[in-house]
């Protein structure tokens, strides 16, 4: 069989020569026509196919390797500090329920001390102790991890989340259940208001008997028991009194269901102004907007405890001024506790006079209250910060004036004098 023989004309064309199809800067293939003797025919080319010539990225094994180490290194990374992050979150809150749980401990503390109640006082300390020692080793045993700026292990292993125990034993329905109660409780003050109208005086009793004591003084000693010099009265009710504080110690709250409501539900602390809190301020100023709305005054021991809840999350502006007013009149009214003498020819079976009735003792006690009046008058005074926040959320919502009115009376004769303040002046330790 003879050779191919190819023209110049084409060998020009595949050799880039031609001036009319440059081959070269194509990217086309061409293939000549042949006739029946093998030789090429005159007819121009013919474009079968249009092929790319581009050449993709070409990737080595030890960069795949290395990509791939790096990618599982930041995913090791992400779910640690995804683990740490619930970790922290954890912790700000059984931090919060220990602040609270303490406060109430040092109203109990300074209760047993004015009794010298000896046995109950160390018990009661001893008991907060533990459960801070208790919430210190279950954090460090369940939530302590590897520093993720770490170097990290050659084989890191994966982080899991490990839900409560609580939430996993219960079945599929009653969690849905829980968590769509759980969403009422945080975003629906029609709900809640509802629910409370619901009880009936016992358990609307038993609901703010459940709660932590209040850090009103009334809680601790009553004002309308009367005092003697001589303790042994008090003997029984000092018993009495530290057990209640002692169980809401060990039960860390999960039997209180105020605090559940107004604290637990919520993840940010009383006084931010995260999201969470700006939440729980709506909702609950709602409701107590419409417990006053509803004029009952079966809601006022409630409303106690959410008062004196959102006084304990915040500041009292007025307090280093409160502490000197107290020193103040300490120091001068120091004459009051002086012996007084008896007066000559007085009768041996008469009275002794009283050293706080006389004219100088009432002066100074209308002095005192003058002076205390104008403290509280002082922009920086008044109400704590989150009280007054609370109570102007509350009065926005009220449409009528009479419930304006009725809400301003309870505020200021039914909780901040005979209690805040008379707590504050009974009780300067806390």
């Known amino acids: 069989m003879s050779p191919i023989r190819f023209s110049p004309e084409f060998t020009g064309r595949i050799r880039g020569e031609s001036g009319d199809s440059d081959l070269a800067s194509s990217r086309f293939i061409t293939t000549p026509v042949y006739s029946d003797d093998g030789c090429p025919s005159e007819m121009p080319p013919r474009t079968i196919s249009s092929v790319p010539m581009e050449d993709g990225p070409k990737v080595s094994f030890e960069n795949l390797a290395k990509c791939y180490r790096q990618n599982q290194q930041k995913q090791t990374r992400r779910k640690n500090l995804e683990q740490r992050l619930h970790a922290t979150k954890v912790s700000m809150g059984v931090s919060a329920r220990l602040v609270r749980v303490g406060a109430t401990v040092q109203r109990g503390l300074v209760d047993r001390l004015r009794h010298d109640d000896k046995a109950n006082f160390i018990s009661l300390y001893q008991t907060l102790i533990d459960l801070q020692e208790s919430c210190d080793s279950a954090f460090r045993r369940h939530f302590h991890q590897q520093d993720p700026l770490e170097d990290w292990p050659s084989s890191p292993e994966p982080t899991v989340d490990h839900a409560p125990d609580f939430f996993v034993q ?107 809190a700006k939440l729980r301020l709506d909702v609950w100023s709602s409701v107590c907007a419409k417990l006053i709305a509803d004029g009952s005054s079966r809601f006022h021991p409630l409303l106690s405890h959410i008062l004196a809840a959102w006084s304990m999350g915040s500041d009292w502006k007025a307090k280093p001024k409160f502490e000197l007013y107290l020193m103040d009149i300490l120091q001068t009214g120091a004459f009051l506790l002086e012996h007084v003498d008896t007066p000559p020819g007085l009768n041996f079976d008469a009275e002794l006079p009283d050293p706080l009735k006389t004219d100088v003792a009432e002066e100074f006690f209308a002095s005192a209250v003058d002076d205390l009046f104008r403290l ?26 009479d419930c304006r009115d009725r809400f301003l009376e309870f505020l200021l004769t039914h909780w901040y004098f005979p209690k805040f303040l008379y707590g504050a002046l009974t009780f300067p330790e806390v």
Request: glycine share 4%; proline share 9%; aromatic share 6%.
């Open 376 to 401: 509280l008058d002082d922009p920086d005074g008044g109400l704590p910060a989150g009280v007054m926040e609370l109570s102007s959320a509350i009065l926005q919502k009220l449409d009528r004036q």
């Open 170 to 276: 219960l079945s599929p329905q009653s969690r849905t259940d829980l968590i769509e109660i759980l969403q009422l409780v945080r975003t629906d003050p029609q709900f809640l208001f509802e629910r409370l109208c619901s009880l009936t005086p016992a358990q609307l009793g038993a609901l703010v008997s459940s709660s932590a004591p209040s850090w009103d003084a009334g809680d601790l000693t009553s004002p309308s028991t009367p005092r003697s010099r001589n303790y042994p009265s008090f003997s029984k009710r000092s018993i009495s009194t530290s057990i209640p504080v002692k169980d809401h110690v060990l039960a860390f709250e999960r039997a209180d269901a105020i605090s559940t409501m107004l604290f637990n539900a919520f993840a940010a602390p009383l006084d931010s102004d995260a999201p969470e």
